[in-house]
């Protein structure tokens, strides 16, 4: 399959990219940010929403940075592991396509993924076939194919495994860009929509990952349903986290189930800060998931599969905080 | 009909006498011309290569030219070298000089007639080299000569989105995709098929049209009717099962995509580089599209990247690549993205299967009835022999009471079905294999005792006349169940884990070469030539599709001159120098091939030995061949090199040359249909699966597989494990995971190999794959077919293991997680259930009458044990024919010991009503009979 040809910038530093993406945003020119490429450049492949000018990340050192508190937006899935890595993170990052894609593919690229959507993911004569969608319509204001009459809001799905987890944890998002830097909770990064995805402005890209000290003492777990134990983005998956001892502290985090990740902390606030029951608390709060989540057709997996199945992944996930407290 | 079907129509004249040139009908039970193998002659072998060895299933013709030198012994496939180190070409591998890049303009419409094409601005493009379009390919063809449906480019109407349009050739890939979007084409929108079962019905506009053979108005594009045997039997049956299965279409998946180099050279003659596994079709389908002689084109065979029964047919792009050839007169080269793939496709039908079975009070399998609605997509491809095969290819290895099939093919507006490992044979062979399961459960008897207290010995004759001549079904049984310690898991397992056999009965070699009379021609030719430096050049059209019967080729010829295998060069890639050969489909190399390879090798042992006579004066019956040198048997010291006859038999001649052909010999019934699934021998397998369900998730984890397949000889044990453990992933693929998925506007939704699920190195099981040798007396030193048999056995094991470990049988391929949860939760609701992890599983539930039953099936099991084993050695060499079970005699023709006894090919007026899905395409008339056209 012939890539498109594009434009690829190599910023040194950060100063740089911004400084590139300035001028481009002046020349009035579209471009993307590609750090691994394991998800943007298959895109372009397919011929879709490609633009004329990509800045890649590769060159910038120092910005995939691994430790304790801190992981840069270039560091590679593959190295997130070791003693350096929370074990959730790393359990997560391990579950990430393939060994080869893990190589190259970085946090940065899995948290800004694209959301996917088999009318949408297809070469571009299939999509041409289907007078295009409202995803990438190439100017011809094409209906969602996915739930028709309603051209408002894009529905793909958001299939990244990183983000739930990286949510339980507290993590804080560093966006940067021409106008300086932006800093904000994971939780608050994405924005419901299956175009907009996340608050990343014009010129802007995710820098880095923080996360605050009680991080290193939640404890969890991530459940990744899938059809295959590689390659396969998560048809479902849910992330919890609990400081060891205390009920109260469950955090809940969903993905591949909606247009972006979501962060269910406040949601399950009344359960758990109610009379822990063991059991029949964990069976409450999947309930309570399952019914928060609206999965839509449009993945290789049925959506009210997808949303039953919900509860036995919450369940899975919080199997260790049994007999705790 | 072409006469090519019936294979013998007509073959016996009313007074009994032969009709001279056709084949008689061989009396039933005979088990051909040879029921068994011959004695050996063991002093013919010395025993240092193997005289007085072990052979349980009895001596073999070819043992008397046994060398000792490499047949048995597992060895890489001796172009193993190449691709491990990269240098083999594939299709896409292919560069002349001058090369443009051909592409090809699809169609955007499910279904559609094309009122003009407009290729001015494709022209006036820079860079733009050649244009074509259905105009320049008005000639049809396909694989099978009654079915010629397909042309290079659409020239009325496209009949699935990615249909062939028009094709380009430019400087490079990017002015050829630029140069496709300035096509202008005028469509007139059709409505289209995409259901088969809407395919039985009427419709305005038929997807092809057959003339006056077109049945009614509808897409029914071949219907089959079967019945034989004694169907009072089915009345009041013990136990019966029955099962509605969908199935959905499966993609081979190979990894290399289409590849084509067409190149006209200066002398006017095509060379055209493809990666095919039956380059001679190729050949002539490009002679008649092109229209021009067989001789002025030079098919040549790249290395393929897998094929699996998707690179056997003969395609548009190689048509398109030539056309583009011969306009500019620059070589064109076409590779296929993955969609494309996917859009030429020729994978295995999705089917609607009905399958109902029944026995009697003594466990013996009355009736077995099959009913079967297969989507053929946009063309025929190999469909009219799919529709006989899903029936046909069920009746062994089983003794059945009565059989009866109804099957039909229909065209759909999807991309077309067509020949895929297994070939028509998988789906109802997984059906049927659950339906016994489903029987033994409700007779409460092991189904493994089940299956061996009913089947057929060797040298017998199936229900529709098959010709079984070696049979390891036995033992092939017997080696899973033992392997697996079937006795103390099987109804004993926990929730969840579960355990489940199933077998497999597959053609080793189609019987009827489909271009030409059998009786004439022969299957496969090999030609040897030997010159002076001793080295053997093997030149054969045997298409290597990575199974490895280019080894197959040089490990007979080997054996039979005691050469080392690096002595043996098999040149097999060029039509113009190798001799016709069919390639590979159908299981059919290594047992045509490499009889005729053994054959032509005989021919230069002679001529050796014959020179050595001349030197040393002892007469050839007195001499051995071994290990490049020919001597006196009694005395070993008294001998010449292997150099030194060569040399003596080449004075006054040169080079050694000799031919040797296969033809396989007369066998099969005469009705209609009747030369569907005959082959010169059969293979057998059995597997035994273990899964793991997760029960809350509904997924599925199939951990352990013991896998026996009887391939009669394993000429090279490695790679016949290969194809067992490569045929296990590929069912795997089928039953859990693998589906073409089209939604709800008809289109092919997971078109790449992200979404298309084939199973990765994780969902493989721990496979012990358990070789089973029955030596075939026909097959070269005894071998069979070990490529495409194997694949059966796997799905009907891992469903049965399913029912096992959770209680619940499902007849949905494949068994996607949601499609098992499903089932789970109706279970759970329907037991009024709180959680899924307290569902029962199933268990014996014995009382008198099935510990009898066992019993007598346990008795009779080991009965046919000692009769098999007779059969199979020379001691019984009486006819047997299926129906012996029941009680009748083999030497008399069924039909005049018994009223009841029908064969027929075509329903009763009064069975009409009564007919399954697929046979209600009998409801309906041929234009002929209707007053069309005439």
Redesign the interface.
């Known amino acids: ?2 890539m498109p ?1 594009f434009i690829l910038h190599h910023p040194k530093s950060v100063n740089e990219a911004c400084q590139i993406a300035a001028d481009l945003i002046d020349q009035n020119q579209e471009f993307d940010w590609v750090s691994g490429g394991t998800d943007l450049l298959a895109n372009y492949k397919w011929r879709i929403n490609t633009k004329p000018n990509v800045i890649s990340l590769s060159n910038i050192p120092g910005i995939d940075k691994i430790s304790n508190l801190e992981i840069g937006c270039m560091a590679r899935l593959s190295d997130l592991k070791g003693k350096s890595v929370h074990p959730i993170i790393a359990e997560a990052a391990s579950k990430i396509a ?1 060994s080869l894609i893990r190589k190259s593919a970085t946090l940065g690229g899995n948290l800004c993924l694209d959301t996917r959507c ?1 009318w949408y ?3 571009e ?2 999509r ?3 007078d295009w969608c409202h995803k990438a319509d190439c100017g011809t204001g094409a209906d969602c194919r996915v739930i028709p009459n309603q051209n408002t809001l894009c529905v793909a799905t958001y299939q990244g495994d990183l983000a739930p987890v990286l949510m339980v944890l507290g993590a804080t998002v560093h966006l940067i860009g021409p106008n300086g830097e932006r800093v904000m909770p994971l939780s608050d990064f994405y924005q419901l929509d299956g175009m907009k995805k996340n608050v990343l402005q014009k010129g802007e890209f995710l820098l880095k990952v923080t996360f605050p000290k009680e991080s290193r003492q939640r404890i969890g777990s991530y459940q990744k ?1 899938r ?6 983005f998560p048809e479902a998956g849910v992330a919890a986290s609990w400081i060891e001892g205390d009920v109260k502290s469950i955090r809940l985090a969903t993905t591949a189930l909606e247009s972006i990740p979501k962060d269910h902390t406040e949601e399950i606030e009344d359960l758990v800060n109610s009379k822990w029951n063991g059991k029949e608390s964990i069976k409450s709060l999947a309930a309570l998931i399952k019914k928060s989540v609206k999965p839509v057709n449009n993945t ?3 959506p009210n ?1 997808r949303r ?2 919900v509860q ?1 992944l919450v369940k899975r996930a919080l199997s260790k905080i049994n007999g705790d407290s | 009909m072409s006469a090519g079907y019936r294979q013998q129509p007509n073959s016996s004249r009313k007074d009994g006498k032969r009709v001279a040139g056709k084949q008689v009908f061989p009396p039933p039970g005979s088990g051909g011309s040879r029921p068994v193998m011959k004695e050996r002659d063991l002093d013919y072998i010395p025993k240092s290569v193997g005289g007085k060895e072990h052979q349980p299933a009895g001596s073999h013709i070819h043992d008397r030219i046994r060398t000792g030198t490499i047949v048995g012994k597992s060895l890489p496939l001796v172009d193993s070298n190449a691709k491990v180190t990269g240098q083999a070409w594939y299709g896409d591998d292919v560069r002349l000089p001058n090369e443009s890049i051909g592409k090809i303009l ?1 169609s ?2 499910h279904y559609a007639k094309i009122k003009s094409i407009d290729t001015s601005k494709v022209e006036a493009l820079p860079g733009v080299i050649a244009v074509a379009t259905g105009a320049d390919s008005p000639s049809s063809f396909g694989v099978l000569p009654v079915t010629k449906d397909e042309h290079a480019m659409a020239v009325e109407k496209v009949r699935h ?2 249909d062939l349009v028009a094709c380009v050739s430019a400087v490079d ?2 002015t050829a ?1 630029e140069a496709l979007g300035l096509f202008e084409i005028e469509w007139e929108i059709l409505e289209p098929v995409f259901d088969p079962k809407k395919g039985l019905e009427d419709s305005d506009e038929p997807i092809h049209w057959r003339g006056k053979y077109h049945l009614s108005k509808t897409n029914v594009q071949k219907r089959v009717f079967q019945e034989f045997g004694d169907r009072s039997l089915v009345e009041n049956p013990y136990s019966s099962s029955h099962g509605k299965w969908t199935m959905h279409g499966v993609h081979h998946g190979f990894t290399e995509p289409h590849a084509v180099v067409a190149h006209w050279d200066p002398n006017g003659r095509l060379q055209l580089y493809t990666p095919q596994q039956v380059p001679h079709y190729t050949h002539r389908a490009l002679s008649t599209v092109l229209d021009v002689p067989m001789h002025q084109i030079n098919v040549i065979r790249t290395f393929v990247g897998g094929g699996f029964g998707g690179k056997s047919d003969p395609f548009p792009h190689e048509m398109c690549a030539a056309i583009l050839s011969r306009k500019s007169g620059r070589p064109v080269r076409i590779t296929f ?3 494309e793939v996917y859009w030429i496709n020729r994978g295995r039908h999705p089917s609607n299967i009905e399958v109902k079975m029944t026995a009697d009070e003594e466990g013996r399998i009355s009736g077995f009835d099959i009913d079967a609605l297969i989507d053929g997509g946009g063309f025929a491809s190999f469909g009219h022999v799919t529709s006989y095969y899903n029936g046909v290819l069920a009746t062994a290895p089983y003794e059945l009471g009565s059989f009866h099939y109804t099957g039909a093919r229909v065209w759909t507006n999807k991309p077309a079905s067509g020949a895929m490992r297994g070939h028509g044979a998988v789906n109802t062979r997984c059906a049927v294999e659950v339906g016994l399961d489903e029987m033994a459960e409700e007779m409460n008897v092991d189904p493994i005792d089940l299956r061996l207290a009913n089947l057929l010995p060797p040298h017998s004759r199936t229900i529709t006349g098959f010709r079984i001549t070696s049979n390891g079904m036995r033992e092939a049984l017997e080696r899973v169940r033992d392997g697996s310690d079937w006795e103390n898991k099987f109804r004993k397992l926990p929730l969840g884990k579960g355990i489940g056999i199933g077998c497999g009965f597959f053609i080793s070699g189609s019987g009827l070469p489909i271009h030409w009379d059998p009786n004439r021609f022969p299957h496969a030719t090999v030609h040897i030539q030997v010159d002076m430096d001793g080295g053997v050049t093997v030149h054969t059209g045997a298409a290597d599709i990575g199974q490895g019967s280019t080894t197959a080729v040089a490990q007979v010829v080997s054996e039979v001159l005691a050469l080392p295998i690096e002595m043996i060069h098999v040149r097999s890639h060029e039509s113009d120098t190798s001799p016709v050969d069919l390639g590979s489909y159908s299981s059919r190399v290594t047992f045509m091939n490499a009889n005729a390879a053994i054959r032509a090798a005989l021919e230069i042992r002679d001529k050796l030995l014959n020179a050595a006579w001349d030197i040393l004066g002892y007469h050839p019956n007195t001499l051995v061949i071994n290990d490049r040198r020919i001597y006196y048997k009694h005395d070993p010291a008294i001998g010449v090199s292997y150099l030194q006859a060569l040399h003596k038999a080449q004075e006054d001649k040169g080079a050694l040359i000799s031919s040797g052909a296969y033809r396989s010999p007369p066998m099969g019934g005469v009705h209609k249909g009747a030369a569907a699934g005959l082959a010169p021998a059969y293979s057998f397998s059995a597997y035994v699966a273990e899964v793991d369900v997760d029960v ?3 997924l599925i984890k199939c951990t352990n597989v013991w896998a026996a397949h009887d391939c009669g000889k394993a000429l090279n044990p490695l790679a016949v494990k290969g194809q067992i453990i490569g045929s296990c992933h590929m069912g795997l693929g089928q039953v859990l ?1 693998e589906k073409m998925v089209y ?1 709800r ?1 008809g ?1 092919l ?3 790449n190999l ?2 298309y ?1 084939i ?5 493989m099981p721990h496979v012990e794959p358990i070789i089973v040798e029955s030596s075939d007396p026909e097959g070269p030193f005894g071998a069979k077919e070990a490529g495409e048999g194997p694949l059966l056995p796997i799905l009907p094991a891992v469903v049965n293991a399913v029912y096992d470990a959770i209680g619940i049988r499902y007849n949905d391929l494949p068994l ?3 499609i098992v ?2 089932g789970i ?1 109706k279970k759970r609701k329907k037991l009024k259930l709180e959680d899924a992890t307290e569902l029962p599983n199933p268990r014996y539930t014995h009382g008198p009458k099935s510990i009898e039953l066992q019993k007598l099936l346990k008795k009779r099991s080991e009965e046919h044990r000692k009769r098999d084993i007779a059969r199979q050695t020379t001691e019984d060499t009486s006819a047997y024919v299926n129906g012996v079970l029941f009680g009748f005699d083999p030497n008399i023709p069924l039909e005049d010991q018994l009223e009841g006894w029908r064969m027929a090919t075509e329903p009763d007026p009064e069975q009409l009503a009564e007919l399954g899905l697929a046979g209600k395409a009998w409801l309906k008339k041929e234009q002929r009979e209707m007053g069309g056209e005439n």
Do not use: C
Request: charged share 25%; aromatic share 8%; proline share 8%.
């Open positions: 399959m012939l040809p393939s088999f993911n297809q070469s004569d299939w041409r076939s289907i349903l059809v295959r134990d590689s390659w396969d290789a997996l049925p599969y039953s199945v036995v | 699809r955007p419409h989105m990615g890939e990017a995709i993205d993955r969609e809350e998730l509904g995971s939604g506007t289109h939704q997971n078109a992200l979404d699920k199973p990765s190195i994780h969902e996607t997680p949601d949860y499903k939760e």
